[in-house]
Nanobody
Framework: QVQLVESGGGLVQPGGSLRLSCGAS????????MGWFRQAPGKGREFVAA????????SYADSVKGRFTISRENAKNTVYLQMNSLKPEDTAVYYC?????????????WGQGTQVTVSS
């Protein structure tokens, strides 16, 4: 079972940027499709972005398309989420997770998440 540790969250003004990181423990990380999800206060967890094991294919929720970029470095067992042009509605706890291949569905365990707050 892969263990995941998210980091990089914080307080940022609207229009600002943050880069989240997710470190994974599994030796087989490079074979996993991975995704980022978020949960805002009082709401359910929602899909944000996904990347295939090779990094060649990515997908995004409509709400973040054009502003967020998911990437990975398999040699470092790490997946990233670059977030630009942040909006107050991006405020949430962000989680990474392994996902079912060719889907946006999470599988396995979750990390502790990292808080992103967008506010002036």
């Amino acid at each position: 079972q892969v263990q995941l540790v998210e980091s990089g969250g914080g307080l940022v003004q609207p229009g600002g940027s943050l880069r989240l990181s997710c470190g994974a423990s599994a030796r087989t990380f490079s074979s996993y499709d991975m995704g980022w999800f978020r949960q805002a206060p009082g709401k359910g967890r929602e899909f944000v972005a996904a990347i295939t094991w090779s990094g060649y294919s990515t997908s995004y929720a409509d709400s973040v398309k054009g502003r967020f970029t998911i990437s990975r470095e398999n040699a470092k067992n790490t997946v990233y989420l670059q977030m630009n042009s942040l909006k107050p509605e991006d405020t949430a706890v962000y989680y990474c997770a392994r996902i079912i291949p060719n889907s946006r569905a999470p599988m396995g365990s979750w990390g502790q998440g990292t808080q992103v707050t967008v506010s002036s």
